[in-house]
């Protein structure tokens, strides 16, 4: 038996080890572990209560959105605020703005250089001014003295990397166009963010900003550019690497339960809903399911059980525990969340046109419905998404009502409950507040990233993503190109799973 350990996983968000055990070319077993402790719920204990929006998004700087979404809701609850239909819109198109920049930045910056031979720059002898520019700095940094020369773009893990030129530049220059789009789509959040990351005019009731004429059509005009890159790059681009890599599409399973909290609220329901799928049957959502266990986490033994009434208290030096990431289940099993749950919860409770872009992206590749639980699968169905939001988006933008009412009057109370579910773009998100007096007594946090990366249970079943490790093919003289390739296809947020 070989131990593999990868630890940092770089080029993610955040501190994660991903530690194997390999015998016969196969994982036989995976833990994963987020490295460090940040601690947002126990700074909410003592706040006014409409800190938290503004606090909770300092979790990250790329899903401040959901966050902001997530604790404004919380308190719309506890308070029983009404958010106006222009509200919920401008809600739906700032987070809407985020997913894309989300979404696009993790295939071209976060996960392509797994597919692609970087070093081909190096052989670039094209006219392409921003590639030339790009084959100078590496060349530059590479007679550098620096610790690591060229990073992100090397050194690399060593592996079997394509050798078309084509392929390999083809994939660098979206790599560099992303860049620009990932701005464009920055630049949408702040019309009606008012800034970004982190954004300021989100608050308990809707959206300050309000929407008029010149802001709308700035707002689809950017949208139009980030649509035509999706089409032309980053949708065939990810088809483009299935037929590369065929045996990604059976590659990185995982649990095969699949859970999603629905998000985009719309006149009277969520575009996407909210469910779970086992087995290709859709179930409408039962919060009261949810529980954390922190049976390997560096928790207390009473820190875990349903985020409405749990706490985090850090015990770092637990017995067995290997993980600060909690490990959340739904009916005591492990759910997969993200993307891929998305898009087949949607697909199975019958939401067009996700059934029918699904079933056509399937095709194109020659894959079955089955194939989705897959590397693949994850990278397709975040694509398709980035797709069909930005399709939304168009509507949000034609059903706003320039002038009309944003926000909701908003009357203070000095004790309430609530509970706020989203989608954040790497999976189902939830925050749960309670305040008295005045001051916040109690904050919790289920964050995307925290189920899919969540350690074994008390039962010791694996996370989603340990449970996507076991069982891979691996060349152990690759030290872990394999491994990375199903990890990152999860897309982690270490700083969003330990909060
Ligand atoms: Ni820090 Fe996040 C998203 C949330 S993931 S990126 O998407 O919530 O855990």
Redesign the pocket.
């Known amino acids: 038996m070989t131990k593999l350990i990868i630890d940092p996983v770089t080029r993610i968000?955040?501190h994660l080890r991903i530690e194997t055990e390999i015998a016969g070319g196969k994982v036989t077993a995976a833990y994963s572990s987020g490295e460090m402790f940040r601690g947002f719920e126990q700074i909410m204990s003592g706040r006014d209560p409409l800190d938290a929006p503004i606090i909770t998004q300092r979790?990250?700087?790329?899903?401040?959105v959901?966050?902001a979404i997530?604790s404004t809701s919380c308190l719309e609850d506890a308070l029983k605020l009404q958010v106006p239909a222009n509200g919920h819109l401008l809600k739906n198109l700032i987070l809407g703005a985020n997913y894309l920049q989300?979404h696009i930045m993790h295939f071209y910056q976060l996960s392509a250089l797994d597919f692609l031979d970087v070093e081909a720059i190096l052989a670039y002898n094209g006219n392409e001014p921003a590639l030339r520019e790009l084959k100078g700095w590496v060349e530059g940094e590479l007679k550098s003295n620096h610790i690591l020369p060229a990073a992100p773009f090397l050194p690399r893990i060593s592996g079997k990397y394509p050798a078309n030129h084509q392929w390999n530049t083809r994939l660098l220059k979206h790599y560099l166009e992303a860049l620009e789009i990932r701005r464009e789509s920055h630049k949408m959040a702040a019309i009606f963010g008012g800034k970004i990351p982190h954004v300021a005019s989100v608050i308990p009731g809707g959206v300050t900003s309000g929407a008029g004429v010149g802001s709308i059509e700035d707002f689809r005009g950017r949208l139009r550019t980030i649509r035509r890159f999706i089409e032309n790059s980053y949708l065939p681009d990810v088809m483009a690497t299935a037929k590369q890599f065929p045996q990604y599409l059976k590659a990185g399973r995982g649990v095969q339960n699949f859970l999603s909290f629905g998000v985009f609220q719309e006149q009277n329901s969520l575009w996407l809903p909210g469910g779970t799928v086992t087995q290709g049957k859709f179930v409408p959502l039962d919060i009261d399911k949810i529980s954390e266990d922190i049976g390997f986490s560096r928790y207390t033994n009473d820190s875990g059980g349903h985020p409405s009434n749990s706490k985090t208290q850090p015990e770092p030096h637990k017995a067995n525990a290997y993980s600060w990431i909690k490990a959340p289940r739904y009916d005591n099993q492990s759910f997969e969340v993200?993307p891929l749950a998305r898009m087949t919860v949607a697909y199975h409770a019958d939401v067009q046109p996700v059934r029918e872009r699904l079933d056509a992206l399937l095709h194109e590749v020659g894959g079955k419905l089955s194939d989705l639980p897959s590397v693949f699968g994850r990278h397709a169905t975040r694509a398709l998404e980035a797709s069909l939001v930005a399709e939304r988006m168009e509507n949000w933008l034609d059903n706003l009502v320039p002038g009309a009412i944003s926000v909701a009057n908003y009357t203070p109370s000095q004790e309430g409950r609530g509970v706020g579910l989203t989608?954040?773009?790497?999976?189902a998100?939830g925050h749960w507040i309670e305040f008295k007096a005045g001051k916040i007594t109690h904050y919790q946090?289920l964050?995307?990233?925290?189920?899919?990366?969540s350690p074994r249970d008390s039962y010791k079943r694996p996370g989603p993503v340990e449970t996507a490790i076991e069982g891979a093919q691996v060349n152990e003289t690759d030290r872990g190109l394999e491994v990375v390739r199903i990890v990152r296809s999860f897309?982690?947020?270490?700083?969003?799973?330990v909060?």
Do not use: Q
């Open positions: 968000e955040g979790i990250c700087g790329v899903c401040p959901s966050h997530a989300s993200g989608e954040a773009p790497r999976g998100l946090c964050v995307p990233s925290t189920w899919n990366f897309d982690p947020c270490i700083a969003c799973a909060h």
